[in-house]
């Protein structure tokens, strides 16, 4: 698929002419920019779908799944949030970002510069990508250190395990992706048999839960609905950005669909769904009460000390490729936006920043952290997608300078977002449903509003070496 300039061309709209610049005028992130070639590309079993089923094992997203909604709406509504959510994640915010990915065969910094301009986009998302990673690295540095502190009842060494769980992490990541995944090939596997034990021994009774703190009112269950999909939607709300870098390796359209479907919508419903089961289960049975929400904590009442310890080593180490990667993204990250400064630097700055999140506690107020990211990327999806949508279903390209549009239209979309978090001072908090879903809603209908009134900036032509491969 080649983008020359008769695909660059947009509709005459005010600030949407074609720029007559030449391509040596674009940034030089983007006219060095290679596409994947067809070579290098794979089948979505060997590439998407693992990759991301890899993030849903990671034990912090679905260990403490149901404290979001099991207790107020009891399993169906739970359990029914679950699904809506991977859906939600799967149509909205992936599959646009992974067919960008797979026709042009370029990362997202470079394919953001249609809806946030050539020298936009190294900020949003570039920028903000590489920040938020180190949000991530904090929330691994907590759970995991939490984790082996819980499961070698050493409470006391929470603090130094999470400054060396980060520092590790960070050095890992900046060595490059070679090392990353040479840490990565099996260890998934571990979080995949402790949710089949988990399974095994509780999710036969979920059936007899019934919740005794909140009777399961029809408020209960929408609250619960709701809780359940704005936090998958808030942990995936990067990833799904992400897609238009994972699917870079995809062959056609179907790879992008099928990785997707089963990577993200059966990843998330097996995962999420086997812990929240479990909990009831557990509760169900008498082996734990009502103030136990988390799968592990579960499986402590009931296995053998020595065996629990070895369940929680291996979720840890199984969290340790996570860690990497979110180390890894940063630092290309911060090379492409920040390229005279040294990436021991940025990154070492980033990490400290990581274990402060870590040591505070911080890290630990999931829902809280997954809504801050979905607020900041919400409505970056939401203006890409819309961006695609008028382009035809295709990318139009880099656009000059910061493109007001996709900017208005991030703003606006973060402010919905952000307004419900608890991060914020209670003063200044607003209920706002399902946040990072209404901040995507929020970011699509501004773009689309901005630039049917003319506030986009004008496209540049690419060079004729940058050519896209998926079909």
Known sequence: MSFDDSRLKTKTNNMSKQDSKSPSSLPSYITSAAPNPAASRAPWHKTIA???AGIFLWFVFWDSMAGNGLAKGGLGATLLGIVVGALICHFLFFIVPG???MSTGLPLYVVGSSTFGAAGALIMPGFLMGALQFGWLGVNAFGSAGALAEGFNAKGLFIPLAILWTVAAAFVGMKGIQYVAKVSTYLPIIPLVVLIMGAVMFAGSAGDYKPTAVPTTGSGQMEAFLTMVAVIVGFFATAGAAGVDICTSGRNKQDVSMGGIVGIVIAIIFTAGISVLAVAGAQA???VGPEVTTMTAALGKKLPPGLFSAVMLGLTLASFPGAC????IAANSFK???P???PMVSVGIGAVISILLAVTGIAGKLPSVFGLIGASFGPIVGA???????????WSGPRSGFNPAGWIAWAVGFVVGILPNSLLPANLQVAIPCAPVSAFIVGAVVYFICAKIGMQSATLAMPATVNGSGK
């Open 336 to 338: 492409t936006v920040l």
């Open 325 to 328: 990667f979110s180390s890894f």
């Open 384 to 394: 890409i997608v819309v961006d695609y949508v008028l382009s035809g279903g295709k």
């Open 99 to 101: 067919k960008l990915g």
């Open 340 to 342: 005279k400064v040294n």
């Open 285 to 287: 049975s008498g082996v």
């Open 50 to 52: 693992p990759t991301y």
